[in-house]
């Protein structure tokens, strides 16, 4: 039996849901549980509609940095704010198969990218410029208190992308992100930080998505994976999402037995399974 869930981000667009739904049926004929989640969020990074590799957000500089990540029980790759590269996960991949380390940071890990043969790329698009610059407007206009506020969430952002799959016992989950909202350079969100924006052990894998900073403060990937085997893992997902109030957050997870989706905001998802 194979499973395989993915996730957008938290976006109403409803283009989203659709392109999702494609990748999943495309993920789920690869051959081991890893390529899969990473060959999902390949096309989600390379689908400019999706806040991770082309079509990331900006930082208030106007720079893009990256976050990406792998994990498999007992193994781990990320890199962080990784710049000028087409596809961070394939690069978190490599940290994680063809380094002696789990995780590269910055022009560290542009270096092994270019290392790897990743050619320079650059990507930005025209809806990444206009979003940064209608966010500074409403940041400015006083429109906007906090960056983390709903309101901002609904009209602007797409958030992380991230895949859980079980593949005849394998498990594996992966993530990319272009960041949440507009931040500073050099920050880092939940997605590359094990435990907190992924999680993967023999029991199962979480992916999340939504304000990096409160999923890292509540480890939300771990909470979920530490509970495994204790109640549903919907319910387990439910109760761990309502913990964050109003504040933007979702979850994908897997088990050998049971796969869920959750979220407090729309997170276009697609979950797809076969015997
Ligand atoms: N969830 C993505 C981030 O906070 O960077």
Do not use: W
């Amino acid at each position: 039996m194979r499973a395989i869930v993915l996730h957008g981000g938290l976006s109403i667009r409803r283009e989203l849901q659709e392109h999702v739904e494609i990748y999943a049926q495309k993920a789920i004929e690869m051959d081991t549980a890893l390529e899969a989640v990473v060959e999902a969020v390949r096309l989600m990074e390379d689908d400019p509609l999706y806040n991770a590799g082309t079509g990331s957000n900006m930082r208030f500089d106007g720079s893009i940095q990256m976050d990406a990540a792998v994990m498999i029980p007992g193994d781990f790759g990320a890199v962080i704010n990784i710049e000028h590269v087409r596809n961070p996960v394939l690069v978190a991949r490599d940290v994680m198969l063809h380094s002696p380390h789990l995780i590269l940071s910055g022009d560290g890990a542009v270096s092994f990218a270019r290392m790897r043969g990743y050619e320079y790329y650059d990507p930005t698009t025209e809806r990444a410029r206009e979003k940064r610059e209608k966010t500074i407007k409403k940041l400015k206009m006083g429109e906007i208190s906090q960056y983390y506020h709903p309101e901002f969430f609904r009209e602007l952002l797409g958030d992380t992308v991230g895949a859980v799959a079980f593949f005849e016992g394998e498990i594996a989950a992966a993530v990319s992100t272009g960041g949440t909202s507009l931040t500073l350079r050099g920050r880092v969100g939940d997605s590359p930080i094990p435990g907190a924006g992924i999680f993967a052990g023999d029991k199962g894998a979480v992916v999340a998505t939504g304000i990096g900073e409160e999923i890292i403060r509540r480890m939300l990937s771990l909470s979920i994976y530490s509970r495994i085997g204790d109640d549903s893992l919907e319910k387990i997902c439910e109760e761990e999402i309502r913990k964050f109030g109003d504040i933007p957050v979702g979850v994908i997870a897997i088990t050998s037995e049971e796969r869920c989706a959750r979220s407090n905001m729309v997170m276009p998802h697609a979950i797809v399974t076969r015997d």
